[in-house]
């Protein structure tokens, strides 16, 4: 006589009404948001201080010194984020301008990028709604169906090279000069993106007065740039990591693409404090009004939430060869194993 298998118990992450748990943690704290900023802000601009004057020592020494400069801008980034989703202060207009203000530093215009940013909240780990907001990512079948050359680009596209070092800086350098995505949406669009390169044009205007051309350019373009790679990384691992979440329309779920295609990325203190808890994605994505600074605090109350979908800095190196949806093993894979599985059949 056999045993029958007992049932598998439901998920009890799924089971909890998490927009009614997470509610209490939404209401922002206006001394904390102020103290983040400062503390974040001072030392950014302590560490650009210190890579200009390095320039007259080693240009080595400038780069390293603009590592952790990086990481603060991208925490700066974290902040603007915030501001998008209404989260960081309470009124409205303040997270507004306060965002606007600090597109100018992270070269993002706001109003452009919180539209597309609710598209993607919106829309994460829907295959019928692919294309604002998130990187470009193809199922095996649509990639087969490719003419070679186009595969090729597909290839090229998500090549780590391209992904995290020259695609960053080209997005936030060259392609956020124009409301990207939104060409036809109207003066809207257009008003943050040109106000953004107002304030980028009279903020190198004056830079360039104070240090010089020259120098102002070796110390911001690498820093811009690296944490522009930083910030792409970030939101790669987020989202594309092997056990992630795709689903067709009529299946996909919010609760399921929040907790299951949005990853606890477990970073160790310092980098979690430098990135913003961004990595605490899957409770952002649940409830995206949280201010970055209380998200640790419903991993303290909601332990069973620390380990979903749970990716250490090490384990995430491995994720950047993926880049394939396979619909039936629900993962990503590399090109590599599919184009072997099918020299194999």
């Given at each position: 006589?056999?045993?029958?298998?007992?049932?598998?118990?439901?998920?009890?992450?799924?089971?909890?009404?998490?927009?009614?748990?997470?509610?209490?943690?939404?209401?922002?704290?206006?001394?904390?948001?102020v103290i983040e900023i400062v503390v974040t802000v001072v030392p950014l601009m302590a560490l650009w201080a210190a890579a200009w004057a390095a320039l007259s020592v080693s240009y080595w020494l400038t780069l390293a010194i603009l590592i952790p400069a990086a990481f603060?801008?991208?925490?700066?980034?974290?902040?603007?984020?915030?501001?998008?989703?209404?989260?960081?202060?309470?009124?409205?207009?303040?997270?507004?301008?306060?965002?606007?203000?600090?597109?100018?530093?992270?070269?993002?215009?706001?109003?452009?990028?919180?539209?597309?940013?609710?598209?993607?909240?919106?829309?994460?780990?829907?295959?019928?709604?692919?294309?604002?907001?998130?990187?470009?990512?193809?199922?095996?079948?649509?990639?087969?169906?490719?003419?070679?050359?186009?595969?090729?680009?597909?290839?090229?596209?998500?090549?780590?090279?391209?992904?995290?070092?020259?695609?960053?800086?080209?997005?936030?350098?060259?392609?956020?000069?124009?409301?990207?995505?939104?060409?036809?949406?109207?003066?809207?669009?257009?008003?943050?993106?040109?106000?953004?390169?107002?304030?980028?044009?009279?903020?190198?205007?004056?830079?360039?007065?104070?240090?010089?051309?020259?120098?102002?350019?070796?110390?911001?373009?690498?820093?811009?740039?690296?944490?522009?790679?930083?910030?792409?990384?970030?939101?790669?691992?987020?989202?594309?990591?092997?056990?992630?979440?795709?689903?067709?329309?009529?299946?996909?779920?919010?609760?399921?693409?929040?907790?299951?295609?949005?990853?606890?990325?477990?970073?160790?203190?310092?980098?979690?404090?430098?990135?913003?808890?961004?990595?605490?994605?899957?409770?952002?994505?649940?409830?995206?009004?949280?201010?970055?600074?209380?998200?640790?605090?419903?991993?303290?109350?909601?332990?069973?939430?620390?380990?979903?979908?749970?990716?250490?800095?090490?384990?995430?190196?491995?994720?950047?060869?993926?880049?394939?949806?396979?619909?039936?093993?629900?993962?990503?894979?590399?090109?590599?194993?599919?184009?072997?599985?099918?020299?194999?059949?």
């Amino acid at each position: 006589m056999t045993d029958t298998p007992a049932p598998s118990a439901p998920d009890a992450t799924i089971a909890r009404d998490w927009m009614k748990l997470l509610a209490k943690y939404r209401k922002p704290d206006l001394k904390r948001s102020v103290i983040e900023i400062v503390v974040t802000v001072v030392p950014l601009m302590a560490l650009w201080a210190a890579a200009w004057a390095a320039l007259s020592v080693s240009y080595w020494l400038t780069l390293a010194i603009l590592i952790p400069a990086a990481f603060l801008l991208v925490r700066l980034f974290i902040i603007q984020h915030d501001c998008g989703h209404g989260g960081y202060f309470q009124k409205p207009s303040t997270n507004d301008w306060v965002g606007r203000v600090l597109g100018v530093f992270t070269c993002t215009p706001y109003d452009v990028w919180r539209r597309s940013h609710a598209i993607h909240h919106a829309t994460s780990g829907n295959l019928d709604k692919r294309g604002v907001g998130d990187i470009d990512t193809l199922t095996i079948s649509e990639y087969h169906a490719l003419p070679r050359w186009r595969q090729i680009v597909y290839r090229l596209y998500r090549h780590p090279v391209i992904m995290f070092g020259v695609g960053p800086a080209y997005l936030f350098l060259l392609e956020q000069r124009l409301p990207s995505g939104m060409l036809l949406g109207g003066w809207r669009p257009w008003l943050s993106a040109m106000g953004t390169n107002v304030g980028i044009a009279i903020f190198t205007a004056l830079m360039m007065w104070l240090v010089g051309w020259k120098a102002f350019l070796m110390v911001h373009l690498p820093l811009v740039a690296l944490s522009a790679s930083i910030g792409v990384w970030l939101f790669y691992i987020q989202h594309q990591f092997e056990d992630t979440y795709w689903a067709e329309g009529g299946e996909w779920s919010h609760l399921e693409a929040a907790l299951h295609g949005s990853s606890h990325y477990d970073l160790p203190p310092i980098l979690r404090w430098a990135t913003g808890n961004i990595g605490i994605h899957h409770v952002h994505h649940l409830y995206s009004r949280i201010p970055f600074y209380r998200l640790p605090d419903v991993l303290r109350d909601f332990p069973e939430l620390a380990g979903v979908r749970r990716v250490t800095l090490w384990e995430s190196f491995k994720y950047a060869r993926l880049r394939l949806w396979d619909q039936a093993a629900m993962r990503l894979v590399p090109i590599a194993e599919v184009t072997a599985t099918a020299a194999a059949r």
